[in-house]
């Protein structure tokens, strides 16, 4: 392609909104443009890294056994409505109305339409299991869309889902595009871990984030340093007791069994899902308050408060027993309510959407910080640790080392969750209408090329990975107006073209100065150089990534790039 015939604007200053190296060298390099806040174009030369990023993406779920599809953008809300989360997915959802004033959902996510899709169409146990998946544009009304691609409110993603007849073939399909992410990450070159973490709104059981290791990741990961050991630290989570005596709810009673090690666990013990948001599960067993953590800095909201406050005080009986109980900061936030309705104590404590960030202070006690006036020392009255660096880790093996994190893939197993609501069903081998049983698997497609230029860049710019670099060569013409500079550039072009490598042609009217700037800037992996030698059919071959450079003669030169 020759660059004087191509948009491929490129920038000496970063973008003042650009914080972080992925956004400013993207953006600088001509790779993307901001339309609005959260929300880019790509140029042609970002364009052909996307392409790329997908044909990796799409071989990799081919081999897993999907099948590509696409779905609407347009969702109608009766389909949300249907599971809830027209309401509960909140204002990330974008909303319009049509012109007889029928509400549809900007899709955020593919859920409803691919169970309503496969509710009508799927009968019998004999068509499963199934797996589809798309790769398309994403809506959501990020609260704060920033650093470029990393967190759009339209953005790529490849999403696919899963539909079972039984758990085992769930867990079957489910390992296959684990296998398929790590292969898609590594194949991207990317530094990754494969991370435990919680499978928050969605009820399911099983889930894993692909995390790669970033400082600019908003994810704190705990992993070990010699094992496969990994957990978003939302997941290494806290259980703490308090000893006390009052009547036990049976429910309750289960869920503080000691292997209620995780939010996950206490929620499924409890047998209720896990809403959106939740960081903290709080329930009083016989003689024990039992708190469940999950880490996270939040911000505290007066509902969200009530809903803590009424999930977690409900049962205590007395206002008295629960300010000793929890300290004083509970006992402010207003008179404490009895009931004896043991389901709803349960369900209150699942849906508490409760904001609490935790830490240590100097002298090493844990707090939990409900508001900013009313911290209260939980080490008083329990036994609370969370995993630190330098612990042993769970499994056994190696220590524990905190890496920060970004999620581009996410796997789960959803189970019944969607199908259940949504009324799928398929007859089995007796002719009864089961539940489908589904997972779903999305990667951040955008999010995962911005990932990779956070690994790979240097002072001067991009420095591409072969596999998705967006030409394999970058041929300049260094002063095109000498005509044995120019000759010999557009026979080396033709060339290179004609052997199938894809090559990027400097042959704009350009300072030799601007064209190498622009050339480490946009990060093509090969240099190749038409200057002064050229009568002498002598080019500079260089590679960007470690700077090597050779002389090499017209005759040699497809020899040393294929
Ligand atoms: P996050 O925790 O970063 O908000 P998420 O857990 O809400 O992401 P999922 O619902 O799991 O995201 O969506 C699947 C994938 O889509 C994510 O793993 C991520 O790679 C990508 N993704 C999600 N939100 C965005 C966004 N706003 N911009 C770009 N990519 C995103
Ligand atoms: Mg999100
Ligand atoms: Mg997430
Ligand atoms: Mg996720």
Same mark, same amino acid.
């Given at each position: 392609?020759?660059?004087?015939?191509?948009?491929?604007?490129?920038?000496?200053?970063?973008?003042?909104?650009?914080?972080?190296?992925?956004?400013?060298?993207?953006?600088?390099?001509?790779?993307?443009?901001?339309?609005?806040?959260?929300?880019?174009?790509?140029?042609?030369?970002?364009?052909?890294?996307?392409?790329?990023?997908?044909?990796?993406?799409?071989?990799?779920?081919?081999?897993?056994?999907?099948?590509?599809?696409?779905?609407?953008?347009?969702?109608?809300?009766?389909?949300?409505?249907?599971?809830?989360?027209?309401?509960?997915?909140?204002?990330?959802?974008?909303?319009?109305?049509?012109?007889?004033?029928?509400?549809?959902?900007?899709?955020?996510?593919?859920?409803?339409?691919?169970?309503?899709?496969?509710?009508?169409?799927?009968?019998?146990?004999?068509?499963?299991?199934?797996?589809?998946?798309?790769?398309?544009?994403?809506?959501?009304?990020?609260?704060?869309?920033?650093?470029?691609?990393?967190?759009?409110?339209?953005?790529?993603?490849?999403?696919?889902?899963?539909?079972? #007849?039984?758990?085992?073939?769930?867990? %079957?399909?489910? /390992?296959?595009?684990?296998? @398929?992410?790590?292969?898609? +990450?590594?194949? &991207?070159?990317?530094?990754?871990?494969?991370?435990?973490?919680?499978?928050?709104?969605?009820?399911?059981?099983?889930?894993?984030?692909?995390?790669?290791?970033?400082?600019?990741?908003?994810?704190?990961?705990?992993?070990?340093?010699?094992?496969?050991?990994?957990?978003?630290?939302?997941?290494?989570?806290?259980?703490?007791?308090?000893?006390?005596?009052?009547?036990?709810?049976?429910?309750?009673?289960?869920?503080?069994?000691?292997?209620?090690?995780?939010?996950?666990?206490?929620?499924?013990?409890?047998?209720?899902?896990?809403?959106?948001?939740?960081?903290?599960?709080?329930?009083?067993?016989?003689?024990?308050?039992?708190?469940?953590?999950?880490?996270?800095?939040?911000?505290?909201?007066?509902?969200?408060?009530?809903?803590?406050? #009424?999930?977690?005080?409900?049962?205590? %009986?007395?206002? /008295?027993?629960?300010?000793? @109980?929890?300290?004083?900061? +509970?006992?402010? &936030?207003?008179?404490?309510?009895?009931?004896?309705?043991?389901?709803?104590?349960?369900?209150?404590?699942?849906?508490?959407?409760?904001?609490?960030?935790?830490?240590?202070?100097?002298?090493?006690?844990?707090?939990?910080?409900?508001?900013?006036?009313?911290?209260?020392?939980?080490?008083?009255?329990?036994?609370?640790?969370?995993?630190?660096?330098?612990?042993?880790?769970?499994?056994?093996?190696?220590?524990?080392?905190?890496?920060?994190?970004?999620?581009?893939?996410?796997?789960?197993?959803?189970?019944?969750?969607?199908?259940?609501?949504?009324?799928?069903?398929?007859?089995?081998?007796?002719?009864?209408?089961?539940?489908?049983?589904?997972?779903?698997?999305?990667?951040?497609?955008?999010?995962?090329?911005?990932?990779?230029?956070?690994?790979?860049?240097?002072?001067?710019?991009?420095?591409?990975?072969?596999?998705?670099?967006?030409?394999?060569?970058?041929?300049?013409? &260094?002063?095109?107006?000498?005509?044995?500079?120019?000759?010999?550039?557009?026979?080396?072009?033709?060339?290179?073209?004609?052997?199938?490598?894809?090559?990027?042609?400097?042959?704009?009217?350009?300072?030799?100065?601007?064209?190498?700037?622009?050339?480490?800037?946009?990060?093509?992996?090969?240099?190749?150089?038409?200057?002064?030698?050229?009568?002498?059919?002598?080019?500079?071959?260089?590679?960007?990534?470690?700077?090597?450079?050779?002389?090499?003669?017209?005759?040699?030169?497809?020899?040393?790039?294929?």
């Amino acid at each position: 392609m020759k660059q004087s015939e191509m948009l491929l604007p490129t920038l000496r200053e970063n973008p003042a909104d650009a914080e972080i190296k992925s956004h400013q060298l993207l953006v600088r390099a001509g790779f993307i443009r901001k339309v609005a806040s959260g929300i880019y174009s790509f140029l042609p030369i970002g364009n052909r890294v996307l392409r790329k990023v997908e044909a990796i993406v799409r071989e990799e779920m081919e081999n897993a056994g999907a099948h590509e599809m696409n779905m609407t953008a347009l969702q109608p809300s009766e389909y949300w409505k249907e599971t809830g989360r027209w309401n509960t997915f909140g204002p990330e959802l974008m909303r319009i109305k049509d012109r007889h004033e029928r509400e549809f959902a900007l899709g955020a996510t593919h859920e409803e339409e691919v169970t309503a899709i496969i509710r009508d169409e799927i009968k019998s146990y004999k068509q499963l299991p199934l797996s589809v998946y798309q790769i398309q544009n994403k809506f959501r009304d990020e609260k704060r869309p920033r650093f470029g691609l990393l967190r759009g409110r339209e953005f790529l993603m490849k999403d696919a889902y899963t539909f079972h #007849d039984s758990y085992e073939s769930l867990d %079957a399909s489910y /390992e296959k595009m684990f296998t @398929a992410y790590k292969n898609i +990450f590594s194949r &991207l070159g990317l530094n990754f871990r494969a991370v435990i973490a919680d499978s928050g709104a969605m009820g399911g059981k099983d889930t894993h984030e692909f995390m790669v290791l970033s400082e600019v990741g908003e994810d704190t990961i705990a992993y070990s340093d010699s094992s496969e050991y990994a957990a978003n630290v939302e997941m290494a989570p806290v259980v703490t007791t308090y000893e006390k005596s009052t009547a036990a709810p049976k429910q309750m009673e289960k869920a503080a069994t000691p292997n209620c090690k995780s939010m996950q666990d206490a929620a499924d013990h409890l047998g209720h899902p896990l809403a959106e948001g939740i960081k903290a599960i709080m329930f009083k067993v016989d003689d024990k308050l039992v708190l469940v953590l999950s880490r996270g800095d939040h911000e505290i909201n007066d509902v969200k408060l009530k809903n803590l406050y #009424d999930a977690s005080m409900i049962d205590l %009986a007395t206002e /008295e027993e629960t300010r000793e @109980a929890m300290g004083a900061g +509970f006992g402010s &936030l207003g008179p404490v309510g009895a009931s004896g309705d043991l389901e709803v104590v349960a369900d209150k404590a699942v849906e508490a959407l409760v904001n609490v960030s935790c830490g240590a202070n100097e002298d090493g006690f844990h707090y939990v910080n409900v508001t900013p006036e009313h911290d209260f020392r939980i080490d008083q009255y329990a036994d609370l640790r969370f995993i630190e660096e330098g612990d042993p880790s769970p499994d056994g093996q190696g220590t524990i080392v905190f890496a920060k994190g970004i999620e581009v893939g996410h796997v789960f197993k959803l189970g019944t969750f969607y199908a259940e609501k949504m009324g799928a069903n398929f007859l089995d081998e007796n002719g009864k209408a089961i539940t489908l049983i589904m997972g779903c698997y999305g990667i951040g497609v955008s999010r995962t090329l911005a990932s990779v230029v956070e690994q790979y860049h240097d002072e001067q710019g991009i420095t591409w990975p072969k596999q998705i670099a967006p030409f394999q060569v970058h041929l300049l013409a &260094l002063n095109v107006k000498k005509d044995e500079q120019k000759e010999l550039a557009e026979r080396l072009y033709t060339k290179l073209k004609n052997a199938g490598i894809e090559v990027l042609y400097d042959d704009r009217k350009e300072r030799a100065g601007v064209k190498f700037a622009d050339s480490d800037l946009i990060g093509v992996p090969l240099r190749i150089t038409v200057g002064k030698q050229a009568g002498e059919g002598i080019v500079e071959m260089k590679q960007r990534a470690n700077g090597e450079q050779q002389e090499v003669t017209e005759a040699e030169l497809l020899s040393k790039v294929t």
